[in-house]
């Protein structure tokens, strides 16, 4: 030990003793190696262990974003689309409404017509069938009247009370 005292001292100079001083420089270079062995190497690894996922998830949050907004960009262009075909199911119901609504107007105004025509034909048979019972019946009465002129002769006073009787006893008939 008295050696190692001795070399300490050996060289003092200006009261600085240069064998503490490199054996404090070799201490400090052994555990500068052992700390990068043994620290600085694990720490650095951890770091940048500890940067490559940090980036990893940088670049998939990027990742993610864009791939939102690629999602954001077709909603909205299919909620257009949806729109756009709400729209045409919306016109083509209407034009099919008015077409329908025209066609069901036609329609009834061709029965109505239809109607009206039927009818007209029914009064105007009903009109001929009382044209000719009128015909009939007046034909029947002037042959009565006929027949009981010749039976008798009259003036024109009993000509005249004697069709107002036939045109009574016509009614009474009716």
């Known amino acids: 030990m008295h050696f190692y005292s001795d070399f300490l001292t050996l060289g003092a100079v200006g009261g600085l003793r240069t064998g503490d001083m490199f054996f404090t420089i070799i201490l400090f ?51 257009r ?15 099919t409404a008015k ?31 009382a044209i000719q ?3 009939d019946q007046v034909a029947s009465l002037s042959v009565l009247i006929a027949s009981k002129v010749i039976e008798k002769e009259i003036s024109a006073q009993d000509q005249e009370k004697l069709i107002n009787e036939y045109i009574k006893e016509v009614g009474e008939e009716r």
């Open 99 to 129: 077409q329908e609504e025209q066609k069901i107007i036609d329609i009834a105004r061709q029965e109505a017509t239809r109607l009206k025509e039927a009818a007209e034909a029914d009064i105007q048979n009903e009109k001929e069938k």
């Open 29 to 79: 270079i052994i555990l500068l190696a052992l700390l990068k062995k043994f620290a600085w190497g694990p720490l650095m690894e951890t770091m940048e262990k500890r940067e490559e996922y940090v980036k990893n998830e940088i670049e998939m949050a990027e990742k993610s974003r864009r791939e939102a907004e690629t999602a954001s960009k077709e909603a909205k262009a299919q909620l």
């Open 133 to 135: 019972a009128l015909q």
């Open 81 to 95: 689309q949806t729109k756009e075909e709400a729209q045409k199911i919306i016109d083509e119901a209407r034009n």
